[in-house]
């Protein structure tokens, strides 16, 4: 299946929807394994160690020092990882709304992490950009 590539029916197909849970970025240095306890939405690695989205109890639980406690949002249009300008956009009207964002693409969707307390703000904001 492929995904779509417009940028005018992303917008107005996205219908984002939130995740229950909060979720935190921890890091581990390069080479550590990952505790077996953790299962994790998003891991990543780099040069500097290995960044891992799990749940807040799961950091906690595992003992990991965590940064940005966030809600997910999944925009659950199955946009094509090379539309042009998805992001872009939502990005840039969080922004005007003064509201921080850490995307990522995967295959099927666009996922967006936000600050706890701004997660419904942003949520109106995403609606609001689908009703346009």
Do not use: W
Not at 12 to 27: A, Q
């Amino acid at each position: 299946m492929t995904g779509e590539r417009d940028l005018g029916a992303l917008l107005s197909k996205m219908k984002p929807e939130i995740l229950d849970g909060i979720f935190v970025f921890c890091t581990l240095a390069p080479g550590a394994s990952i505790p077996a306890t953790i299962s994790a939405m998003l891991t990543f690695r780099e040069r500097q160690g290995t960044t891992l989205v799990v749940l807040r109890e799961e950091a906690e639980a595992a003992g990991l020092r965590y940064a940005f406690p966030s809600r997910l949002i999944t925009l659950t249009v199955h946009s094509a990882l090379n539309a042009v300008g998805f992001l872009a956009a939502i990005t840039a009207r969080l922004a005007e709304a003064g509201i921080s964002v850490n995307a990522v693409s995967a295959f099927h969707h666009d996922h967006l992490f936000v600050p706890v307390d701004r997660a419904d703000e942003a949520m109106a904001v995403l609606r609001e950009m689908s009703a346009a």
